[in-house]
C-alpha cells in the first residue's frame, strides 16, 4: 500500500471532504455522534476541514450564487448499471469526448468550493492521491472523470452513509439508494442538492453532460421528471462477476470511509441489487429505443471502440468520427490493463446470488 493510501485511510475525510461546519455537524447529531473511537482522528480531521470548507463556500456563494441559479442544464447522458458492471471503463470512454464534459474527482468532493478552488486545491488533492483506486487499477486523479453521488454524502442525501460510513445507526438514509422511499420533502432536497450542483458545472463547462452513478439505475423516473430530455446507457455484466467484485470493493472503500466498525456483508450486497434493479424494471416503459441503449460489459471489453459507435448511432449523438481518433488513442492506453482476479465462489453462496439475482441472469441471458 502507498503512504498516501495508508493516510487517506487513518486520517482521509473520505466522502466529507468538502462537508461545510453545519453540514457535518448535522450528520453527527442525526447518527447521535457515534464515531467509533479508533475514527475519531478522521473525525477531528473533517471537522477543522469543514470549517474552512464553510468560509470558502459562502463566499463562492457571495461571489457566483446568482449566475449559479440562472443556468440551465443541458439534457444529460446518464450511464447506469451496478456497482462493478463496468459503468467507470464506459464514463473513461465517453469522457473522451470534449464536446461533452463531466464531473471531475475534485469536483464532486469539494462541490461548495470548485469554482474558487478548483485549481489550488486540485494540485494539493493529486499530490496525497494514490496513482490507482484503492479496490483496483483503475487510474486516481482529481481530473478524472467521477460518480456524482458523492456530492450527496456531506449534506445527508445518499445511501452511501449508510453502506459504509455510519452501518450501525444511518439506516435512515437507505432511502436514498433509488428515492422510492423518500417523503416528498426529501425527494425535494435530494432534486435541488442534484440540480444545484449541476448548475455549477454547466456554468463553468458550458457543456452537455456525461454522468455516472450506479445508484442512478433505479432513479430513471426522477431523473426524467427532472430532465426529460435525458438520454441513458445501460451497462450489464455477468452477475456473478459483479458479486465478487463488489464484495471486494465494499470491503476496501470501507476502509477509508467508515466512521463506525461494521462490515458490508453479502445479504447487504444481494439486497441492494435486488432493491435497484426492482426499481429499474418498474420503471423501463417511461425509456424508449429513442432515449435509451443497453452494453454488455463484456462485449464493450472486446471491441470498446465499436461499442461507443453503436451507442453514438443508437442515441443519436453528434458525430462519432470527430472523438474515434482520440478514443482509439486512449484505448491503446489502457490495452495492458490488469483486471482484478478472484477465487471460484462457494457453491452455495452461488446459489444464493443465483436465487437472488434470477431477474437479472434471465434478462440479460447470462448463465447460472
Known amino acids: 500500500m502507498s503512504w498516501q493510501s495508508t493516510l487517506l485511510e487513518r486520517l482521509g475525510p473520505g466522502g466529507f471532504c468538502g462537508s461545510t461546519l453545519g453540514e457535518w455537524l448535522r450528520v453527527l447529531r442525526d447518527n447521535r455522534f457515534a464515531v467509533d473511537v479508533e475514527y475519531w482522528p478522521k473525525a477531528a480531521f473533517i471537522t477543522a476541514n469543514s470549517v474552512v470548507n464553510s468560509l470558502v463556500a459562502s463566499w463562492e456563494e457571495w461571489r457566483y450564487g446568482r449566475a449559479i441559479a440562472g443556468t440551465s442544464v443541458h439534457p444529460p447522458l446518464f450511464i447506469l448499471g451496478v456497482w462493478r458492471s463496468g459503468t467507470t471503463h464506459l464514463h473513461n470512454l465517453l469522457a473522451k469526448d470534449d464536446r461533452f464534459a463531466f464531473p471531475s474527482t475534485y469536483e464532486v468532493f469539494y462541490p461548495h468550493t470548485f469554482l474558487t478552488t478548483g485549481r489550488s486545491g486540485s494540485r494539493v488533492m493529486q499530490s496525497m492521491m494514490p496513482p490507482t483506486r484503492p479496490m483496483d487499477n483503475v487510474k486516481a486523479g482529481v481530473e478524472e472523470p467521477q460518480e456524482d453521488e458523492f456530492v450527496l454524502v456531506p449534506s445527508g442525501l445518499s445511501f452511501a452513509l449508510a453502506l459504509v460510513i455510519f452501518p450501525r445507526t444511518g439506516q435512515r438514509y437507505q432511502k436514498f439508494l433509488t428515492l422510492t422511499e423518500a417523503t416528498a420533502e426529501e425527494l425535494e432536497s435530494w432534486k435541488a442538492a442534484f440540480t444545484r450542483f449541476l448548475q455549477k458545472l454547466t456554468l463553468k463547462h458550458q457543456r452537455p453532460l ?72 418498474s420503471q423501463r416503459h417511461r425509456l424508449t429505443d429513442e432515449n435509451f441503449c443497453e452494453v454488455r460489459f463484456g462485449e464493450l471489453e472486446r471491441d470498446p471502440v465499436g461499442q461507443v459507435r453503436r451507442i453514438y448511432e443508437a442515441l443519436q ?46 434478462a440479460w441471458g447470462y448463465a447460472k
Open 210 to 281: 456525461i454522468l455516472k452513478s450506479p445508484a442512478h439505475t433505479g432513479r430513471v423516473k426522477v431523473l426524467l421528471d427532472l430532465f426529460p430530455e435525458a438520454k441513458f446507457i445501460h451497462i450489464h455484466r455477468d452477475p456473478y462477476a459483479v458479486f465478487q467484485s463488489s464484495q471486494h470493493t465494499w470491503r476496501r472503500v470501507k476502509s477509508f470511509w467508515g466512521l463506525q466498525r461494521g462490515e458490508v456483508d453479502e445479504q447487504r450486497i444481494l439486497q441492494d441489487h435486488v432493491e435497484i434493479y426492482d426499481a429499474f424494471f
Open 317 to 362: 449523438l453528434p458525430d462519432f468520427a470527430y472523438v474515434e481518433p482520440v478514443l482509439r488513442d486512449y484505448v491503446e492506453t489502457i490495452r495492458g490493463y490488469s483486471r482484478n482476479t478472484f477465487p471460484e465462489m462457494p457453491v452455495e453462496l452461488r446459489q444464493r446470488v443465483a436465487r437472488a439475482w434470477s431477474r437479472s441472469f434471465e
